[in-house]
């Protein structure tokens, strides 16, 4: 069902468009246009960003950082495993996917461990991407409480949702 | 951003600089050609969802959703123009029904409108990055298309707790938000009504010196 939602949601406005005499071609036109110079200017922003994840993933620090922060986890009732997704999850998205796919691979798709992890990456976001991207083309310079008070909310939502894993 | 930043990456580097120093140049280059390869598929994904969004400018289809929606947005960002509110309102639709690449310039737009022209994030924009960053998807497709690949007996397992910890986590986040506005608020209106007293010339000057050096 949902597969249909996307390519028809897409046709009804470019043919309601068609009929409102709004010109379709120039629309394309514009809106790649647009993409060319929107990615200009997101671009240093995601590349700087990027290069700090790959070193902090690579270098090790993650894995490290995960080891001394596991006793939290236990005391708020988290397995201990979801650590390393739990601070990669706010920096990149792809490297929470892989993260993930290797719990499914060790732990079996439907353990406990994994049906947690699926939950937290399936109801967070990507922090800090999306801090940069979202203020990149403002003369915003000083987010002020934006990351602490998304990472709060984030994190209250992934200790939400060890528990509900244990009754759903 | 800029502290949290260099930290991540003097804290990498010295680590990197124990266990392998031969491989942190190529770790820095695979961060950096990663982004130059996401730039790319976005570039694709932007140009379709630009092209679709100013079709749908055109038919009016925008002022349609704000005017059902205006009655949330305009409770939650105070003060926002139309324009503000309609891509707010188009931002958050396209991440409800898990359209991320829609919602990104959707959501830059968005920002553009609310800012104030000052280097500060206003509160409503704050309140507007928290929204996004905590996710607010009905349907988490990747993730359940992710478990069915790797075998799961029931992939959308997850629906149901992932909706209610989106909720949780986003409700948070809003009620934080509006508590830490409150607070800032009120920080600049007691610095408004009882300013500090005059100090000598000299104390001022090294004030001021000491903040611009900070």
């Known amino acids: 069902?949902?597969?249909?939602?996307?390519?028809?949601?897409?046709?009804?406005?470019?043919?309601?468009?068609?009929?409102?005499?709004?010109?379709?071609?120039?629309?394309?036109?514009?809106?790649?246009?647009?993409?060319?110079?929107?990615?200009?200017?997101?671009?240093?922003?995601?590349?700087?960003?990027?290069?700090?994840?790959?070193l902090f993933s690579l270098s090790g620090l993650n894995s490290y950082l995960a080891k001394i922060m596991s006793p939290v986890l236990t005391f708020l009732g988290m397995p201990s495993e979801l650590c390393e997704i739990l601070i990669i999850r706010p920096l990149s998205g792809n490297?929470?996917?892989?993260?993930?796919?290797?719990?499914?691979?060790?732990?079996?798709?439907?353990?406990?461990?994994?049906?947690?992890?699926?939950?937290?990456?399936?109801?967070?976001?990507?922090?800090?991407?999306?801090?940069?991207?979202?203020?990149?083309?403002?003369?915003?310079?000083?987010?002020?409480?934006?990351?602490?008070?998304?990472?709060?909310?984030?994190?209250?939502?992934?200790?939400?949702?060890?528990?509900?894993?244990?009754?759903? | 951003m800029n502290v949290v930043f260099t930290i991540m990456i003097i804290a990498s580097l010295v680590m990197l600089i124990v266990v392998s120093p031969e491989s942190a140049f190529s770790i820095m280059i695979s961060g950096a050609s990663s982004a130059l390869k996401l730039a790319f598929t976005l570039i694709a994904i932007y140009a379709i969802w630009l092209s679709v969004l100013s079709l749908m400018e055109g038919i009016g289809l925008n002022r349609m959703l704000n005017r059902i929606f205006k009655p949330?947005?305009?409770?939650?960002?105070?003060?926002?123009?139309?324009?503000?509110?309609?891509?707010?309102?188009?931002?958050?639709?396209?991440?409800?029904?898990?359209?991320?690449?829609?919602?990104?310039?959707?959501?830059?737009?968005?920002?553009?409108?609310?800012?104030?022209?000052?280097?500060?994030?206003?509160?409503?924009?704050?309140?507007?990055?928290?929204?996004?960053?905590?996710?607010?998807?009905?349907?988490?497709?990747?993730?359940?298309?992710?478990?069915s690949s790797a075998g799961s007996n029931s992939p959308s397992d997850i629906i149901l707790p992932s909706l209610i910890a989106t909720i949780i986590s986003t409700a948070t986040g809003v009620v934080l938000a509006k508590l830490c506005a409150k607070l800032a608020k009120k920080e600049q209106k007691k610095a408004v009504e009882n300013p500090m007293p005059k100090a000598p010339l000299y104390i001022q000057n090294t004030v001021k010196t000491g903040t611009v050096k900070k």
Do not use: H
Request: proline share 3%.
């Open chain 2, 72 to 147: 949330i947005t305009k409770r939650l960002f105070k003060g926002e123009s139309d324009l503000a509110l309609e891509y707010i309102t188009l931002n958050f639709s396209a991440n409800l029904l898990g359209m991320g690449g829609a919602a990104t310039p959707l959501g830059i737009k968005a920002m553009e409108c609310m800012q104030d022209g000052s280097d500060k994030a206003t509160d409503n924009m704050i309140l507007f990055m928290v929204i996004n960053s905590t996710s607010i998807q009905l349907l988490p497709a990747t993730i359940i298309g992710l478990r």
């Open chain 1, 95 to 168: 490297g929470s996917l892989a993260l993930l796919e290797g719990i499914y691979e060790n732990y079996g798709v439907d353990s406990y461990i994994a049906r947690c992890a699926s939950v937290i990456v399936g109801a967070s976001e990507t922090v800090f991407y999306v801090g940069t991207v979202y203020f990149s083309t403002t003369k915003v310079k000083r987010l002020r409480y934006a990351i602490p008070i998304s990472l709060v909310a984030c994190y209250v939502g992934a200790v939400a949702s060890c528990i509900l894993c244990r009754f759903i």
């Open chain 1, 1 to 54: 069902m949902s597969k249909y939602i996307l390519p028809a949601f897409i046709g009804i406005v470019i043919i309601w468009a068609f009929i409102k005499k709004v010109p379709v071609y120039d629309s394309f036109v514009k809106g790649s246009k647009e993409s060319i110079t929107l990615i200009l200017s997101i671009f240093p922003y995601i590349c700087a960003v990027l290069i700090a994840v790959e």
